[in-house]
């Protein structure tokens, strides 16, 4: 009993899972009431954008260390805020790129998929074109002698 004990503290303490739910709507309400232990027995990290006022806080908690001039301390908090609001939109950026890239992969494996296919009928066009450029040929060197004729 005493092995099993031992595993129940080794995996109380080690064992940790991630649940991502969406906030919105009735479905995350339902789930909280039926299982407690979700608010209970977990920290809760909500992702969401932070507003200014938070931002200006934070950032002149952490900038009060530096005993800089008032002026100078507000000018530094309005460059930390622009910082997060650009790195903000420069991850939305990158994430849109990604996205962009994967449906161009996703376009080229499905065109070259339908050229391999196409493959053998371009090879019968080109065939039968390079045919008709000699039959052309053929033909009008015989249309230029009845015209000397």
């Known amino acids: 009993m005493t092995l ?14 991630v649940v991502a739910m969406s906030p ?3 479905t995350f309400r339902t789930r909280l009431r039926m299982f407690p232990s979700l608010i209970n027995c977990c920290t809760i990290d909500w992702f969401t954008a932070w507003p200014d006022d ?34 903000d939109d420069l991850a939305h950026r990158y994430v849109t790129g990604l996205e962009k890239l994967k449906e161009a992969k996703l376009l080229i494996t499905e065109l070259q998929e339908e050229l391999k296919l196409l493959q053998p009928r371009l090879v019968e066009t080109s065939a039968n074109t390079e045919a008709l450029m000699i039959k052309i040929e053929q033909d009008t060197i015989q249309v230029e002698r009845k015209k000397e004729v």
Do not use: P
């Open 54 to 87: 938070a931002l200006e806080m934070v950032a002149t908690s952490l900038l009060q260390e530096t005993k800089l001039e008032a002026s100078l301390l507000a000018h530094c908090v309005t460059v930390c805020k622009y910082f997060h609001h650009s790195i």
């Open 4 to 17: 099993f004990g031992y595993f129940n503290e080794r995996v109380r303490a080690n064992l940790h899972l």
């Open 24 to 26: 919105i709507g009735d």
